[in-house]
């Protein structure tokens, strides 16, 4: 890992730049990126040109999302247990093979508007496996107090992209095709494949086995179904993307039909949206300071509500474009506060996953929305389409008032590493188990009620972070006693649950303690299950020279 550095550096906008290996992938990414934005360009308007129905042009941007959707979680899982690098480069070299032999089958004319779809998906697919881990990443690239700047760098040099890379792939698509377009997307891999492949980050090292796959995609959905803040950022991305995703989905339609422009009108549409990005991208910081969570979003999602509706009922170029620039801040700024708001309500731990997990249900939305908005344009046309994802932007923001988002509270989420394995006098191996818990509290009777509220809060944690069948049980003859009680499947696993611990959550941990009215500490009893069936192996006991 990165070593801290001064204080004077931290509070610098540009600190992470002063990193060469940040400063090389950034600048890698940002040519990638428009190679990326230049192949969807050429991949929309061609789609226009080969499509029998809106219902399929609509489909490409649901193939570019689909596989978030569908893969997000399992690359979440990838990027928290295995080597980052090593993922990225796996996911750079795929979509660099797959964007060549797009460019293949469009320029012998083998393209069918099944087969770009295919191709888009499984180009999509190499961008699903690449983000969680790139993601992560940027805590291996720059000391942890650089986070959060080299986060704010990424999304900058995304938007930036995105405000000139369409009218770039526009000009190409319109002067040598859809083929040149994915041509120089396959090219724009190679620079971040040879970035990575000479990075060589010095990593800690695993005192644990990792998890499997599955376990940790478990672990993840567990994190997520405990934490009801988290929940509510999942419902709301999904509504956003659905209504949302309406106006990227149809915006080739509108500038073929609506406005009756060519590639370089929709590029030059791109554009606008991308710099109404940048734009939301600069503010939304800003606008954190001044207004609620809630406030916020409400207000992303009725300003998508008016680009929609201008979409729908412009004739005109530009000014369709200027209602992108309100859709392109308001993107951001709704996107961007829900995986801030993830990020800051996550550990590190399981932070890919969560995110993986946020990102199928931002991304599921827009992808389930681009097929329903595709289906409505090609019965009614693209305006009415437009016009009924408007009224839906307006019933997501609605939403609001059920599930408002939680307030912007700092944590400290870091690990609270005071776990010390006890010492045993049985000879455990990591996989032995199930591993019985039990604690014993002495409480008065006048704080039962706050213990029973505060163990209500312990529950879900240890819940949380992996135990199973816990429960909090009164002594019948001695009331005063209180007993908790879980498992976890093995002794690694308890291990595990222990050192995924945080600050935070001590503090409900020191609140119990200072109920417990004992004399000594409240006392922690750990036991191995084993069966009474005869031929079972038994784990023996530690000889002198172990203890």
């Known amino acids: 890992m990165i070593d801290d550095e001064p204080e004077s550096e931290r509070v610098s906008a540009l600190a992470p730049f002063r990193h060469g290996i940040f400063r090389a992938v950034w600048a890698a990414s940002l040519v990638s990126n428009f190679g990326g934005l230049i192949q969807g360009v050429g991949a929309a308007w061609m789609m226009t040109t080969i499509a029998t129905s809106s219902y399929q042009v609509a489909l490409v941007q649901a193939s570019t999302t689909l596989p978030i959707m569908l893969f997000a979680l399992v690359a979440g899982a990838i990027a928290d247990?295995?080597?980052?690098?090593?993922?990225m480069l796996v996911a750079q070299t795929f979509m660099l093979v797959v964007s060549a032999?797009?460019?293949?089958?469009?320029w012998f004319g083998w393209m069918t508007p099944w087969t770009l779809l295919?191709?888009?998906?499984?180009?999509?697919?190499?961008?699903?496996?690449?983000?969680?881990?790139?993601?992560a990443s940027v805590g291996d690239m720059v000391p942890r107090a650089k986070v959060p700047a080299a986060v704010a760098l990424n999304s900058l040099g995304f938007n930036i992209t995105r405000s000139v890379g369409p009218a770039i792939g526009g000009i190409i698509v319109a002067a040598a095709g859809a083929a040149a377009a994915f041509a120089a997307n396959a090219i724009s891999y190679i620079g971040l494949i040879v970035v990575l492949f000479r990075w060589k980050p010095a990593l800690p090292e695993q005192t644990l086995p990792r998890e499997s796959l599955g376990a940790a995609m478990g672990a993840g959905l567990r994190y997520?179904?405990?934490?009801?803040?988290?929940?509510?950022?999942?419902?709301?991305?999904?509504?956003?993307g659905f209504s949302a995703g309406a106006v990227l989905a149809l915006l080739p339609l509108v500038a073929r039909d609506v406005v009756k422009g060519d590639a370089l009108t929709y590029g030059i549409m791109l554009g606008a949206f991308g710099i109404g990005a940048v734009g939301g991208a600069l503010i939304?910081?800003?606008?954190?300071?001044?207004?609620?969570?809630?406030?916020?979003?409400?207000?992303?999602?009725?300003?998508?509500?008016?680009?929609a509706f201008n979409a729908a009922v412009s004739h005109n170029a530009w000014q369709t474009s200027a209602g992108l620039l309100i859709g392109g801040?308001?993107?951001?700024?709704?996107?961007?506060?829900?995986?801030?708001?993830?990020?800051?309500?996550?550990?590190?731990?399981?932070?890919g996953r969560v995110l993986s997990i946020y990102q199928?249900?931002?991304?599921?939305?827009?992808?389930?929305?681009?097929?329903?908005?595709?289906?409505?344009?090609?019965?009614?046309?693209a305006e009415t389409a437009l016009i009924a994802a408007a009224i839906a932007m307006l019933a997501g923001g609605a939403i609001g008032f059920v599930l408002p988002l939680p307030r912007q509270t700092v944590l400290n989420l870091d690990p609270l590493n005071r776990f010390k394995e006890p010492m045993l006098a049985l000879n455990l191996k990591p996989r032995s188990g199930p591993i019985a818990i039990m604690i014993e509290y002495v409480i008065r009777e006048d704080d039962v009620p706050e213990f029973l509220a505060t163990m209500a809060e312990r529950g879900r944690i240890r819940r949380r972070d992996g135990a199973r069948n816990w429960t909090l049980?009164?002594?019948?003859?001695?009331?005063?006693?209180?007993?908790?009680?879980?498992?976890t499947p093995t002794w690694v696993e308890y291990i595990r649950h222990n050192r995924r611990a945080t600050h935070a959550d001590a503090v409900v941990g020191e609140r119990i303690r200072a109920l417990h009215s004992g004399e000594n500490p409240p006392r922690v009893r750990r036991m191995i299950e084993r069966p009474t069936t005869a031929g079972t192996t038994l784990v023996s006991p530690k000889g002198p020279i172990d203890h």
Not at 101 to 106: R, Y
Not at 473 to 487: C, K, M, S, T, V
Request: charged fraction near 10%; proline fraction near 3%.
């Open 81 to 87: 247990s295995f080597n980052r690098r090593k993922v």
């Open 101 to 106: 032999l797009l460019t293949l089958f469009t």
């Open 118 to 135: 295919a191709f888009t998906f499984l180009i999509d697919s190499g961008t699903a496996l690449n983000s969680p881990s790139w993601q």
């Open 224 to 240: 997520v179904a405990m934490s009801p803040n988290i929940a509510k950022v999942l419902v709301r991305g999904s509504a956003f």
């Open 284 to 307: 939304s910081v800003r606008l954190r300071q001044l207004l609620s969570s809630e406030v916020m979003v409400r207000m992303a999602f009725c300003g998508f509500a008016l680009c």
């Open 329 to 351: 801040a308001c993107w951001v700024i709704a996107l961007s506060h829900f995986n801030v708001t993830v990020q800051m309500s996550t550990p590190r731990w399981v932070v």
């Open 360 to 381: 199928t249900a931002t991304f599921g939305g827009i992808a389930l929305g681009s097929w329903i908005w595709g289906v409505v344009a090609d019965a009614h046309g």
């Open 473 to 487: 049980a009164r002594d019948l003859e001695n009331p005063g006693i209180w007993i908790e009680h879980y498992h």
